[in-house]
């Protein structure tokens, strides 16, 4: 099947039967409860990622270990969480 076909026939589809596809083709959006709860793992995975790589160069720094890595790791954590936590530009 070609994709000059395959437009043909959703073409020659009625309405409702394209609303039917539609409604097939694509997830509804999330309620209200499914983002809160994505939104609080992200968060919490990423402040457990900043809480451990503190501690973790905390305690190499007193052992003089290389913290280079774990550095490197707490600043994308708080980058990420600025990013999430900054206003969009094109929200109201």
Do not use: R
Request: hydrophobic letters at 45%; glycine letters at 10%.
């Amino acid at each position: 099947m070609t994709v000059a076909t395959t437009l043909a026939e959703y073409d020659s589809l009625s309405d409702p039967e394209k609303q039917q596809f539609h409604n097939a083709a694509t997830l509804p959006p999330p309620t209200d409860g499914g983002l809160t709860a994505v939104w609080i793992c992200v968060l919490a995975i990423l402040g457990i990622v900043i809480l451990g790589g503190a501690t973790a160069v905390y305690f190499l720094q007193d052992h003089d270990k290389d913290v280079e890595f774990f550095t490197g790791i707490v600043g994308i954590a708080l980058g990420a969480i600025v990013g999430l936590l900054s206003p969009s530009p094109n929200s109201d």
